[in-house]
């Protein structure tokens, strides 16, 4: 007896479209999996530049009110405001720019503590920025510089430890005994000053605006450096102890 086998009804080309058909699926899967692994980058992209743009903002209004608020402490531009005072404290600066390049906030200083000393104003003057090496030294130069000016030699003290406006403010406090100097610097600078030495504890403290740089980018510069500056004023007062 012959036994005929039965034809099976998938051919060859059925076969070949079964695993085609399959692959198309998996391709649309992956496809979709695809957009929607690209959406979801999208917004978390979107999320972080949002937190972004919101610190931002924050810090640049924390910027802005801070500016503000050292704008409205007022800072003697007449030398006949100025107390009679035991202390005058100079801050220091560069005195030159770059090389053979003078400093005109250096110039300003020196020749308004030099002013309020021949005034009378001060009897003393406390000379005080950064000797971190020996290849600069600012509280020489200005000694050298006040001396030039009439200031006797003897009546000026050096702070080689000046290397921000905090630490000269609180060294003329607690290492020299000046609780009520006259500060000099030019006026943005003066505010701050004041700003760290009333919340530092010291008492009538006064200061005198020295003459400014009438050059638009310097103060242009001096601008964005001081409104952090003083953001920075503020942190180093709260971390006081």
């Known amino acids: 007896m012959i036994i005929q086998k039965k034809s099976s009804s998938l051919t060859p080309i059925t076969l070949g479209v079964i695993p085609c058909f399959a692959c198309k699926i998996c391709a649309k899967n992956l496809l979709l999996r695809c957009r929607f692994m690209k959406l979801g980058a999208f917004r978390v992209l979107k999320i972080a530049c949002a937190l972004l743009l919101a610190v931002f903002a924050a810090v640049a209004a924390l910027v802005a009110l801070t500016y503000v608020y050292f704008e409205a402490i007022p800072v003697s531009r007449e030398i006949g405001d100025i107390r009679p005072a035991e202390y005058g404290l100079v801050l220091g600066t560069s005195k030159y720019f770059s090389k053979n390049v003078p400093n005109l906030y250096y110039q300003g200083r020196i020749a308004a503590a030099?002013?309020?000393?021949?005034?009378?104003?001060?009897?003393?003057?406390?000379?005080?920025?950064?000797?971190?090496?020996?290849?600069?030294?600012?509280?020489?130069?200005?000694?050298?510089?006040?001396?030039?000016?009439?200031?006797?030699?003897?009546?000026?003290?050096?702070?080689?430890?000046?290397?921000?406006?905090?630490?000269?403010?609180?060294?003329?406090?607690?290492?020299?005994?000046?609780?009520?100097?006259?500060?000099?610097?030019?006026?943005?600078?003066?505010?701050?000053?004041?700003?760290?030495?009333?919340?530092?504890?010291?008492?009538?403290?006064?200061?005198?605006?020295?003459?400014?740089?009438?050059?638009?980018?310097?103060?242009?510069?001096?601008?964005?450096?001081?409104?952090?500056?003083?953001?920075?004023?503020?942190?180093?007062?709260?971390?006081?102890?």
């Open 114 to 241: 030099a002013e309020l000393y021949k005034a009378g104003k001060i009897r003393k003057i406390i000379a005080s920025g950064d000797y971190s090496t020996r290849y600069y030294n600012e509280p020489k130069n200005m000694r050298d510089d006040l001396v030039k000016s009439g200031v006797n030699a003897s009546d000026i003290i050096l702070d080689n430890a000046g290397l921000r406006t905090y630490d000269s403010v609180r060294r003329c406090r607690d290492i020299f005994g000046a609780e009520s100097p006259v500060v000099v610097s030019q006026a943005f600078h003066c505010r701050r000053a004041l700003f760290l030495a009333r919340n530092l504890g010291m008492k009538d403290v006064q200061a005198f605006a020295a003459k400014d740089s009438a050059n638009l980018p310097t103060r242009m510069r001096n601008l964005g450096r001081e409104s952090l500056a003083r953001v920075k004023a503020v942190l180093d007062i709260l971390q006081t102890d």
